[in-house]
């Protein structure tokens, strides 16, 4: 489904942010990508999301050639994922709803089929009796948890989440991990980028180590754990 | 294109232009002071236009271009006439020959006259008819030169006192009026770059407001047509508002300017007025302003699109 051979991404006058990276991420599976930050974490999610292009290598997302793919057509490439951000990266003078619905707008998909869908998305995160609040109004974890909401409403098959516990104290982090647990159980491919230990330690997943760049294993976070 | 493709394309515009539709009612007063800025530059090569195409319509009415009057000496006797009659009608250049008397002119101006009392109180008191006897010359060219030539031919007869050539000021007026209708094009070509200039930098700022939503749509996948579309509507709603207050500021001028005019015209015994509605100008100026409205917000948007990096 993802498949990495030999990428670098080196921007302009600084050294490679990520060195010969190949690895194979199949449909339906939790990969965690962690390391110190700067190892290059951010940069490999956006090399899959197709936010950035390789400067050498192969980047092949569902079969298709990133680097090879026509500037107008990245955008519907970006639709097959559900993005979630560290800073959440929602907007602040639009309601919960306006928040959602904006994914299903960009589809052109409006009106009853939209409100459908925004309040099922909604119901998942546990915000449904938020639909008009404005989210500067929402706690930290309800935040991000809209994020997800707008990541997940128009029912992508991969979800790139890029350190979603990151600003969150333990509890709602630990909500914001069940859900993921949750679109990962029902076949969705999640991809996660984080340096909290605790949460991965937890579950037993594949895991991506990054160290300065340098993919360094590509073993689960048990088996990670017993080699620490 | 598929049917999908095309609700999807007609949902697109939908949503664009009730999104501004709404930032627009949100900001009403900004809204209002920009379509005023827009009306206000639409207005001015709109006025000029209205004045020198009543007076064009005016002037094109005057059709008999080879029309010469020739007027006699006032002590001129009926042998006299006579001799210029002949004369006349000797004349090749010539095709038609009408005598006017100094009786039958004295006579016109007074019926004339008598629809207004302050002309009517001055004829009154002349005690002797003032007019000279006058022939209606059409010559059968209309080419000035040949009309010129006429002219000085005519003007050389026994007891002719005055050739006028009625083409004249015809000529002299189309002349300013062509120079009126170079000017409007002057005026309206620098007002349509001042109004690209306002609309497009009026988008601009808007744009770079919207920073955080044109970053998080592309980021989720929205083509850049998509993003470009609600600016795209803004700067055409923008020339629609500004054209329709335009005409509001429009009609209201000409009002006022037709009641101060009637008093006037109402001295010279004359009914002119302007038009209140003129569709024409009207439509020309609404289509210019969304016209504008949309290549001003065009060129802001591509230029915000290269300085907003998702990355």
């Known amino acids: 489904m993802i498949k990495f051979d030999q990428v670098t991404k080196r921007y302009p006058g600084s050294y490679e942010v990520l060195k010969n990276a190949s690895f194979t991420i199949e449909a339906g599976e939790f990969v965690f990508v962690t390391g110190h930050s700067g190892a290059g974490k951010s940069t490999l999610l956006k090399l899959i999301a197709a936010i950035e292009r390789p400067s050498s290598g192969t980047v092949l997302i569902a079969n298709q050639n990133i680097s090879k793919l026509k500037e107008s057509a990245i955008p519907f490439m970006r639709r097959r994922f559900g993005l979630i951000f560290q800073d959440h990266k929602l907007l602040y003078d639009r309601n919960c709803f306006e928040n959602v619905v904006l994914p299903l707008h960009i589809n052109g998909i409006t009106g009853p089929e939209a409100a459908k869908r925004v309040r099922a998305a909604l119901d998942k995160v546990g915000l449904l009796n938020k639909e008009k609040a404005m989210p500067i109004t929402l706690s930290g974890g309800e935040q991000q948890r809209l994020a997800i909401a707008r990541a997940v409403v128009s029912r992508p098959s991969i979800l790139i989440a890029d350190e979603p516990t990151g600003n969150l104290d333990a509890n709602y982090a630990a909500d914001i991990m069940a859900i993921f647990q949750a679109f990962h159980q029902v076949g969705v491919t999640v991809i996660m980028a984080t340096h909290d230990a605790l949460n991965r330690a937890a579950i037993q997943n594949r895991v991506l180590h990054l160290d300065h760049g340098t993919l360094k294993q590509t073993g689960t976070a048990s088996s990670e754990q017993s080699t620490a | ?311």
């Open chain 2, 1 to 311: 294109m598929s049917k999908n493709m095309i609700s999807t394309a007609f949902n697109h515009h939908r949503q664009a232009l009730k999104l501004v539709l709404g930032r627009m009612r949100r900001n009403a007063l900004s809204t209002f002071m920009i379509s005023l800025v827009i009306a206000a530059a639409l207005c001015v090569p709109g006025l000029f236009y209205l004045g020198v195409n009543h007076i064009s319509s005016f002037a094109s009415h005057i059709q008999d271009e080879n029309e010469i009057s020739v007027f006699l000496k006032l002590d001129a006797d009926s042998a006299a006439i006579a001799n210029v009659k002949d004369a006349l009608h000797k004349n090749a250049a010539i095709q038609s020959v009408k005598f006017v008397s100094k009786d039958e002119a004295w006579q016109q101006l007074r019926v004339k006259a008598e629809k207004d009392s302050a002309s009517s109180d001055v004829i009154n008191e002349l005690k002797t008819n003032p007019l000279p006897d006058a022939f209606l010359v059409v010559a059968k060219s209309s080419k000035p030169e040949d009309l010129d030539a006429l002219k000085v031919e005519l003007q050389s007869l026994a007891n002719v006192d005055k050739v006028l050539l009625n083409t004249e000021w015809v000529k002299r007026l189309s002349a300013l009026l062509a120079l009126g209708k170079q000017i409007i094009f002057i005026v309206a070509g620098l007002l349509a770059a001042a109004l690209l200039i306002i609309i497009s930098n009026t988008v601009r700022m808007q744009i770079l407001t919207q920073k955080d939503e044109i970053i998080v749509s592309k980021l989720i996948g929205a083509t850049n047509s998509f993003i470009r579309k609600p600016f795209l509507y803004a700067g055409m709603l923008y020339g629609l508002f500004g054209g329709l207050l335009a005409i509001v500021m429009l009609m209201g001028i000409v009002m006022l300017f037709n009641q101060s005019l009637a008093q006037l015209s109402a001295l010279y015994n004359s009914d002119f007025s302007l038009a209140l509605i003129n569709p024409k100008l009207f439509a020309g100026m609404v289509c210019a302003a969304i016209a504008i409205g949309w290549l001003g917000s065009y060129v802001a948007v591509t230029r915000a699109a290269a300085t907003i990096n998702i990355n």
